[in-house]
């Protein structure tokens, strides 16, 4: 069977109006974050993702194909953690001063299945339980977005990121257990 024609475009949910999906894609949560990437649709038909730029997709979003059709955007199941509890508004500062990405709901909150943070979750008096199921985060705070963890964050602290006079050569910055000398 040959490939769908290439999709240049994303459609939001919001702006689909009534027009009905060609086909479905379903997808990660990182793989939901692309740009250029050949996909297969539920009915195994591939085609290709050309997007002008990297960008975080959502459920229910759609590819247009250059034919004008569609194909809809679905969250796969993954495994995640289910976090319950007296206190969300305090276990959700806690994963969010984590720079995780969790999805937030009225009696519970979802995050990406993680030892650490289960453990740190119950020691806070959290109950935590593994599932399968889509994990759809809260965005970025400018609408869809990605929010990036620590990892990233420190990424950007490996190498030669400031120049020092040779007099403060003894200087030390502490940053979350890291330590980086200058000098």
């Known amino acids: 069977m040959p490939d769908l024609p290439p999709a240049h475009n994303l459609i939001r949910q919001p702006e689909k109006g009534v027009r009905v999906p060609f086909g479905r894609v379903v997808l990660g949560y990182d793989?939901?974050?692309?740009?250029?990437?050949?996909?297969?649709?539920?009915?195994?038909?591939?085609?290709?993702?050309?997007?002008?730029?990297?960008?975080?997709?959502?459920?229910?979003?759609?590819?247009?194909?250059?034919?004008?059709?569609?194909?809809?955007?679905?969250?796969?199941?993954?495994?995640?953690?289910?976090?319950?509890?007296?206190?969300?508004?305090?276990?959700?500062?806690?994963?969010?001063?984590?720079?995780?990405?969790?999805?937030?709901?009225?009696?519970?909150l979802v995050i990406r299945d993680d030892h650490v943070l289960k453990g740190m979750l119950a020691q806070l008096g959290a109950s935590v339980t593994h599932a399968m199921e889509a994990f759809t985060p809260e965005g970025g705070a400018y609408g869809h977005g990605r929010t990036m963890g620590h990892d990233h964050a420190h990424d950007h602290l490996r190498g030669p990121v400031l120049t020092v006079p040779h007099a403060l050569s003894g200087l030390h910055v502490h940053h979350h257990g890291m330590v980086n000398a200058f000098g």
């Open 31 to 108: 793989e939901r974050f692309l740009r250029r990437k050949r996909l297969m649709t539920e009915g195994d038909e591939g085609f290709l993702v050309d997007l002008a730029e990297t960008t975080s997709v959502a459920a229910g979003d759609c590819f247009e194909l250059i034919d004008g059709r569609l194909i809809e955007v679905v969250p796969a199941a993954e495994p995640v953690l289910v976090v319950t509890g007296a206190n969300l508004p305090r276990l959700a500062w806690h994963i969010g001063n984590r720079h995780t990405p969790c999805q937030l709901e009225a009696a519970r």
